[in-house]
């Protein structure tokens, strides 16, 4: 046989090339707008839905922004509730009865001390740092109650009998749990 292939061969190799190798027939218009408005329907909905994402991306960052600014004192705040707690110990230890029986310089003392604690609450209370609220008979709140004692009292049973340290919240944090004595109820 020849090199040379007779017309007859060609459409013989032709045939004998696999299908998916062959290139592909024509698209009808009609087929080809289905095809396009498909294609279309497709990159509109990634597009939805790369705009949703970017838009809870933004709603996060602004999110996380906020919260720093409301807890970026958090420890700052925290190393001065052991001052504000001085303070209060410093002041109930002057019995009322004796506050009146001070020198001058005692009285201008102990005023000084006192409008230090009350600046000092004030300048927490400004920053969203404030107590929180533990009076005897509210309801005892694990979250931002800690109970160290539970004792007989006037009080019903489950609700605070008595405060030992106050506790502090920023934003919605516990800052520090309040300390305190949960009643029993009445001793029989």
């Known amino acids: ?3 040379e292939n007779k017309p007859g061969e060609a459409a013989e190799l032709d045939a004998g090339v696999a299908p998916e190798a062959q290139p592909e027939t024509e698209l009808t218009v009609e087929e080809l707008i289905i095809r396009l408005e498909a294609e279309k329907a497709d990159m509109n909905g990634q597009i939805l839905r790369l705009l949703a994402d970017l838009d809870n991306t933004r709603k996060r960052a602004d999110r996380q922004v906020s919260e720093a600014r409301i807890y970026a004192i958090e ?6 509730l052991s001052v504000s707690d001085n303070l209060s110990r410093a002041l109930d230890a002057l019995p009322d009865s004796e ?3 001070l020198t001058d310089a005692g009285k201008n003392l102990l005023g000084g001390i006192e409008m230090t604690a009350k600046e000092l609450n004030t300048a927490l209370s400004r920053h969203g740092v404030v107590p929180v609220p533990a009076e ?3 309801v005892f709140d694990p979250n931002v109650h ?3 004692a539970q004792i007989p009292s006037p009080q019903p049973s489950g609700t605070i009998a008595q405060l030992f340290q106050p506790g502090w919240k920023i934003g919605d944090r516990t800052l520090r749990a309040a300390m305190v004595a949960v009643s029993t109820g009445p001793a029989n």
């Open 146 to 148: 800690q109970a160290v």
């Open 1 to 3: 046989m020849s090199d």
């Open 75 to 80: 420890k700052f705040a925290a190393d001065l």
């Open 136 to 138: 005897p008979g509210a």
């Open 99 to 101: 506050r009146e029986n």
